[in-house]
């Protein structure tokens, strides 16, 4: 999920910042005075310390990419609705390009008039999921009964003992 902050402070003062859900993640912990730099592999996001103290504060753009699912090995192949890309100014889902600056809803495929903008944010999608295919656990493992470890423990847990049905309590 992303957060785009736009709007006026002050006459004349335009404030912007995209943000995302794992933005959370550094801002808990420098909330907390945990120590994230130990962590095995480097982690994604920004603090949001300095925008909630200051909502003027320089925060630099950014590209925030989105992966629905696996894609295999050639991303390029992958269905067009399956990932997406966003700036400040423009998301591309696919081959679909938005300007949200001036369309927030989305309503309006631009791509045909910015092919130029669909390339670059296309290009900046597929280097980024190579990077990130390491990490994939799954990506290419083949399991011994055709499931994934946890899916494994599932159907045991079920049929030893079945899986309870789980109620929050009545406030």
Same mark, same amino acid.
């Given at each position: 999920?992303?957060?785009?902050?736009?709007?006026?402070?002050?006459?004349?003062?335009?404030?912007?910042?995209?943000?995302?859900?794992?933005?959370?993640?550094?801002?808990?912990?420098?909330?907390?005075?945990?120590?994230?730099?130990?962590?095995?592999?480097?982690?994604?996001?920004?603090?949001? #310390? &300095?925008?909630?103290? +200051?909502?003027?504060? $320089? *925060? /630099?753009?950014?590209?925030?990419?989105?992966?629905?699912?696996?894609?295999?090995?050639?991303?390029?192949?992958?269905?067009?609705?399956?990932?997406?890309?966003?700036?400040?100014?423009?998301?591309?889902?696919?081959?679909?390009?938005?300007?949200?600056?001036?369309?927030?809803?989305?309503?309006?495929?631009?791509?045909?008039?910015?092919?130029?903008?669909?390339?670059?944010?296309?290009?900046?999608?597929?280097?980024?999921?190579?990077?990130? #295919? &390491?990490?994939?656990? +799954?990506?290419?493992? $083949? *399991? /011994?009964?055709?499931?994934?470890?946890?899916?494994?423990?599932?159907?045991?847990?079920?049929?030893?003992?079945?899986?309870?049905?789980?109620?929050?309590?009545?406030?």
């Amino acid at each position: 999920m992303f957060w785009y902050w736009k709007g006026r402070l002050l006459e004349n003062t335009e404030i912007s910042a995209l943000t995302a859900h794992f933005d959370l993640y550094k801002t808990f912990c420098e909330l907390a005075g945990a120590d994230a730099s130990k962590a095995v592999q480097e982690l994604e996001g920004r603090s949001l #310390i &300095p925008l909630l103290e +200051n909502p003027l504060a $320089k *925060w /630099e753009p950014r590209i925030l990419q989105t992966q629905r699912g696996n894609i295999a090995s050639d991303p390029k192949k992958s269905a067009d609705k399956m990932w997406s890309v966003r700036t400040g100014r423009w998301r591309l889902v696919g081959k679909e390009l938005y300007d949200v600056d001036v369309d927030p809803y989305e309503t309006q495929d631009v791509a045909s008039q910015y092919p130029e903008v669909v390339e670059r944010l296309s290009k900046t999608h597929f280097d980024w999921y190579e990077t990130v #295919i &390491p990490y994939m656990i +799954n990506h290419t493992n $083949k *399991w /011994e009964k055709e499931l994934a470890p946890l899916e494994t423990l599932y159907y045991e847990q079920e049929a030893a003992c079945g899986i309870p049905e789980w109620m929050p309590k009545d406030i």
